[in-house]
């Protein structure tokens, strides 16, 4: 109900290819760039196990908000 009162007050449109599928592939991608690279990421290995992996959440995030970034087209108010 609450999702129809703000919908008359707000005007949305409904894009899957902008809200599912590009964050989709992007976050695919970012994932395939990770392991590509995590070759490289072999000098954390003497970490503890919480850190190396908080270390390999982080690349991977960082690697995905670029992409989103850089994929963005900003579109003019109607």
């Not at 609450?2 to 008359?8: D, E, G, M, Q």
């Not at 503890?48 to 670029?66: K, N, Q, R």
Request: positive net charge; aromatic residues 12%.
């Amino acid at each position: 109900m609450s999702f129809l009162a703000v919908k008359r007050l707000v005007p949305f449109r409904w894009d899957s290819a902008n809200m599912i599928v590009k964050p989709t592939l992007l976050l695919l991608v970012s994932i395939g760039i990770y392991l590509a690279f995590s070759q490289a990421l072999d000098c954390f290995g003497h970490l503890p196990v919480f850190i190396e992996t908080a270390i390999h959440i982080t690349l991977i995030s960082m690697c995905y908000m670029g992409l989103l970034l850089l994929f963005h087209k900003k579109k003019p108010l109607p």
